[in-house]
């Protein structure tokens, strides 16, 4: 059976379902396990379905946005690659802002011990690991609590990032494209993480390929805002080809 014959099959099913499963896909159309996560990688760059832990969900509008859950399960070999990168870009003292992101809860449990630095995010969840690290200076900014991702959202935690200067900013997004930048399905997210953009010296952004090439509702800022994308080896070339045309600095772990 063809691959494309085989990703309509696929498809149709996770959109009857509500879900698919790699491993009862492979043994339905006979085929390795490694198929169906390529067929399942390539209806996510299509912006049909989006990757969980163990199979995909069909992507049935503009918008969609995973839960903390679903998103934790994720690409972990590649946000483990991404988060480790990311080490080597901390500044020595000065300030950092965190963004809400598995990625980068992934970087803040792997920071060593000894830094020291002024730290400034709106993720509750990275709390109890910066809070651990006794050189930290933890600003922790406030405003309504989103469920799905634990982030703080809201006029408040946008004029609290307008107050401040970063001379580093780690960052996450939803999709990333050369035309539209980066994006998030919810404004609010969109509007906090554009105001830690606006005031931070130098911006890293940890994307792993699953959000290369895609677009969203709402806009956070052009590409070109981007000093450092860190990506992972499942980018397709042409992609990382375009961004860095577009005068961004990517490292592919």
Request: with cysteine; net charge negative.
């Amino acid at each position: 059976m063809k691959s494309s014959i085989r990703q309509g099959h696929i498809i149709d099913a996770a959109r009857a379902d509500g879900r698919v499963e790699v491993v009862a896909l492979a043994e339905r159309f006979d085929v390795t396990a490694e198929t169906i996560r390529r067929d399942l990688s390539s209806l996510e760059r299509k912006g049909l379905v989006h990757r969980v832990y163990g199979g995909a969900i069909p992507l049935a509008r503009l918008g969609y946005e995973p839960s903390l859950t679903d998103r934790v399960g994720a690409q972990t070999d590649e946000k483990e690659r991404i988060a480790r990168a990311a080490l080597a870009e901390l500044p020595d003292g000065g300030s950092v802002a965190f963004d809400a992101g598995t990625s980068i809860s992934r970087m803040v449990d792997l920071l060593p011990v000894d830094v020291e630095f002024t730290v400034i995010t709106h993720a509750p969840a990275l709390i109890p690991a910066l809070s651990a690290r006794p050189g930290v200076t933890l600003h922790l900014v406030g405003g309504e609590i989103r469920s799905l991702t634990l982030a703080a959202v809201g006029s408040w935690a946008e004029r609290a990032y307008a107050e401040t200067s970063t001379d580093v900013a780690f960052i996450g997004t939803n999709a990333v494209s050369v035309t539209k930048g980066l994006c998030a399905p919810d404004l609010r997210e969109a509007a906090v993480k554009r105001a830690i953009v606006r005031r931070a010296e130098r911006v890293i952004l940890l994307a792993d390929h699953t959000k290369l090439g895609r677009t969203d509702f709402g806009v956070i800022c052009p590409l070109e805002d981007v000093d450092l994308l860190i990506t992972d080896t499942g980018a397709e070339p042409e992609l990382i080809d375009e961004i860095r045309a577009a005068g961004v600095d990517v490292l592919v772990v």
